[in-house]
């Protein structure tokens, strides 16, 4: 990790590092200011190199942040960091990295954009299913994560047939 790391900053320099901190501040501002409209953001005024949202925009939906973070599954995008700061509720922390152009930033956020507009008429129509059963094209779907958390499978062992077929 740390001959990584020395790899990273060496290649960089020292006017190549200011370059990629900088940059990663831009994306995550751009992120800020191109999803407050129809996310809510936490604070206002600019961020660092991450942006920080809640779920206010959720509220009286049916829809949880979980399920909004498993529906950006079905969108092609990892989930962001939830529930952190522990400050805020429902959080939804996003941070994009320096090497993001800002084409595949506009890319996210037509995504996201598309995610909270279906959020929202999800709730007015009643049918929340695109996001309390998501992901839906994932191998896995929802996942048991407080039994993972408690109970870690440090080991893989094959499935028994049983297991298998399920």
């Not at 994306?27 to 991450?50: R, V």
């Amino acid at each position: 990790m740390y001959v990584r790391a020395l790899a990273y900053m060496l290649s960089h320099g020292h006017d190549g590092l200011r370059q990629l901190a900088e940059d990663a501040v831009l994306n995550a501002n751009y992120l800020l200011a191109e999803l407050s409209t129809h996310i809510t953001a936490s604070f206002t005024g600019p961020c660092m190199h991450e942006a920080l949202f809640d779920d206010r925009f959720l509220k009286d939906t049916g829809i949880s942040t979980l399920d909004f973070a498993k529906a950006m599954i079905d969108e092609g995008y990892h989930p962001m960091t939830m529930y952190f700061p522990l400050v805020v509720h429902g959080a939804m922390l996003i941070e994009p990295t320096e090497s993001e152009s800002k084409a595949t930033l506009d890319e996210f956020i037509a995504s996201m954009r598309g995610l909270a507009a279906a959020a929202k008429e999800a709730a007015e129509t009643g049918k929340t299913e695109r996001f309390t059963a998501a992901p839906h094209f994932a191998p896995l779907r929802r996942l048991d994560e407080t039994l993972a958390a408690r109970q870690p499978l440090l080991k893989w062992t094959a499935p028994t047939p049983s297991q298998a077929a399920e």
